[in-house]
């Protein structure tokens, strides 16, 4: 799989990101995406994994409240390329939701709280064997998601990640951990 290595980002240090090359491999793993897809990303950050999906998908709508966060996104899309079938929208992902087209991927990598609300909101828009994929640092999160997921009759997939990076040195390679991520997937089921 071809995942941009992390060093190839634009860095913001007002914005959260990017999602790390192992996690971004992981996401897109458990999203499922395809070239006929359309990825709506909810809190996008620094555009990470945005940048991912617009690599892989027909469409990308990627949502942050932060301005901050869009004009960094678009830098790294445009650095690589691929700010055609990306449309960055400012604004909170429950504000949004109801007015995009009906898609295939819903990435929520940022709730601000209203994890419940997202889910709800984006599985009425999420076509028939749609994905959604929950990315969080926080532990509260993932219960969140599965909860709401559940709810809404989805089978639910939860994975914690924990991953350290070797660091050279003159000595040897120490192994440096990086935060863990816990990541929650379902799919809706297929309609009749």
């Known amino acids: 799989m ?12 007002n914005v959260p990101g990017p999602t790390k090359e192992e996690v971004r491999c992981l996401v897109m ?6 070239k006929a897809d359309v990825v709506v990303d909810v809190g996008c950050g ?11 998908a027909k469409k990308v709508y990627a949502i942050d409240k932060n301005p901050e966060a869009l004009k960094t996104t678009f830098k790294n899309l445009q650095k690589h390329g691929l700010d ?20 295939d991927v819903l990435m929520v990598g940022g709730s601000g709280g209203k994890m419940d609300y997202l889910l709800k909101r984006g599985y009425k828009n999420l076509k028939s064997g749609g994905r959604i994929v929950v990315t969080s640092i926080l532990l509260e999160t993932p219960s969140e998601a599965t909860m709401v997921m559940k709810d809404l009759g989805m089978e639910v997939d939860v994975v914690g ?4 990076k070797g660091k050279i040195s003159a000595r040897g390679t120490m192994m440096v ?16």
């Open 161 to 164: 990640v924990s991953i350290s």
């Open 84 to 103: 055609d079938g990306v449309d960055l929208i400012e604004a909170d992902g429950t504000e949004v939701l109801d007015n995009l087209p009906p898609f």
């Open 46 to 56: 620094t555009g990470g994994l945005t940048l991912e999906f617009a690599k892989r």
């Open 29 to 34: 793993c458990k999203s499922q995406v395809s």
């Open 177 to 192: 951990a990086r935060n863990p991520i816990t990541i929650v997937s379902a799919k809706k089921a297929l309609e009749n």
């Open 2 to 13: 071809d995942i941009t290595p992390d060093n190839e980002f634009i860095n913001n240090s």
